[in-house]
């Protein structure tokens, strides 16, 4: 019995067609010993989307909610909030790399217990302070909490327990996105109006803590090493929707040797862009739908948006698992650039919900096929360092969009000419991941 890797506690080993670890240090949990004959890759699945729900719920949308609660509440100059929201995008970039170092070496599990602590405290900061300029001492916080908490580690998850049905694992996981998305905003606005912004902070950091640290705890598991599992249970990759072997997916990739990996930017340039004009339009959705219809239509417009992502991103997620992850997101991004340009085109009000819908049926497998193309091309051992340093590099990008697309309306007077540049670069955006494959490097055998 010869080992696959280095030799450090819990590394895997092949005996019998089988891989077993070397000890096995986290046995599964109650959930696992209650349904045994159910994989515990699902139950981390499960419990990856509940995470989700809290710290991209509360930590990434409540960036509108805290917008609105805070100038209501205090009188707020809009500019400083603006500036506080931007602040907070900006450390989430500049965290990724750090975030992604940090969870190879001290696990998932950690992560999100430290972010989820550091979110919480930070909420409830939030409603304690007189003054604007104290945002910019708590949001750096907030933002770091989010990191620790959100897409790097869940994805690291999914990455380790799934090798073949890695697609289909992450689009339930990401489930908890769409919801978060969908309930919170309207929770979180509801407790402030009922009981002001102070209660609503406290109520919303006690969710976030007594969602992710339980289930990080007694549900979440680091590995299926680590519990005497095999990726996917033991089922085997298909060579079409999984192209590296799992003696790839056990690789582990340096900094540097990524960063000389044409295709690591190839993948930063292609969502770069198309995270430029998609967020860009998401954060503006509102206001270019209240130009052309009245404000209760553009509000149920927009709110066609997450309801396509959650759907579209399961149905994508049934089918990813089969085909080339690749040009499937190439067609994603073909489709946002259409719908981007329909967006300033569509004639009508039944229109407009129908491109609302359309848009929203890519913006979340766009996002989820980031970590499975990642996965993809650099292998479950490095995926949080390698996801990390293609997060910094996109959600620059993202902060970017609104203000570009700001720009672009004040050039052209309107958001018709605008959103045809957003097209355009959707579509070079999709032209470059089109050339983008797996880097070549030599496998080792186990």
């Known amino acids: 019995m010869a080992p696959a890797t280095g030799g450090r506690p819990g590394e895997l080993f ?152 890695r697609a289909r694992a992450m689009a339930f996981s990401q489930t908890g996105v769409s919801l978060g998305g969908m309930l919170v905003v309207p929770l979180a606005t509801w407790l402030m109006i009922v009981a002001g912004l102070r209660t609503a902070m406290v109520v919303l950091a006690g969710l976030v803590l007594a969602i992710a640290i339980p289930v990080s705890l007694w549900v979440l598991r680091s590995s299926p090493a680590d519990c005497g599992l095999e990726p996917d249970g033991g089922r085997q990759p298909d060579a079409q929707g999984n192209r590296l072997s799992l003696a790839g997916q056990l690789r582990v990739w340096e900094t540097r040797e990524v960063l000389r990996a044409p295709s690591f930017w190839l993948l930063c340039i292609a969502f770069s862009g198309i995270m430029f004009a998609q967020v860009g339009v998401l954060v ?57 340009y329909a967006f300033g085109w569509a004639p009508d009000t039944p229109s407009l919900f129908a491109v609302s819908f359309l848009f929203g049926c890519t913006i979340g497998n766009i996002f989820m096929l980031q970590s499975l193309l990642v996965g993809e091309f650099f292998g479950m051992v490095s995926f949080g360092s390698v996801f990390g340093l293609l997060q910094f590099v996109t959600q620059l990008a993202s902060g970017l969009g609104p203000f570009g697309l700001a720009l672009l309306v004040e050039h052209y007077g309107g958001y018709r000419g605008a959103l045809g540049v957003l097209a355009g670069i959707a579509l070079v955006a999709a032209l470059v991941l089109s050339v983008a494959s797996p880097p070549r490097r030599p496998e080792a055998t186990p």
């Open 284 to 340: 503006h959705e509102l206001a270019l739908l209240g130009e052309r219809m009245d404000l209760a239509s553009a509000a149920v417009a927009f709110g066609l948006t997450p309801l396509g992502s959650a759907l579209a991103r399961i149905a994508v997620g049934l089918v990813a698992d089969l085909v080339d992850r690749r040009r499937l997101a190439v067609g994603l991004f073909a489709v946002q650039a259409l719908a981007l």
């Open 14 to 165: 092949r005996e019998e067609g089988r891989i077993i670890p070397e000890s096995v240090r986290e046995p599964v949990g109650w959930l696992g010993r209650r349904f045994p004959h159910v994989f515990y890759g699902w139950f981390v699945t499960a419990g990856t989307g509940a995470v989700s729900f809290v710290s991209v719920g509360i930590g990434f949308y409540g960036q509108t909610f805290l917008f609105d609660g805070l100038r209501s509440t205090h009188g707020w100059p809009v500019a400083s909030l603006a500036g506080a929201s931007s602040l907070f995008f900006v450390v989430s970039a500049l965290a990724s790399p750090l975030v992604g170092r940090r969870m190879e070496r001290d696990g998932p599990r950690r992560c999100i217990v430290l972010g989820a602590c550091l979110l919480a405290g930070s909420l409830v900061a939030v409603a304690w302070l007189d003054h604007p300029w104290q945002l910019y001492l708590v949001y750096p916080g907030m933002a770091l909490g989010f990191s620790l908490s959100s897409a790097i580690p869940s994805g690291a998850l999914i990455a380790r327990w799934f090798v073949a049905l």
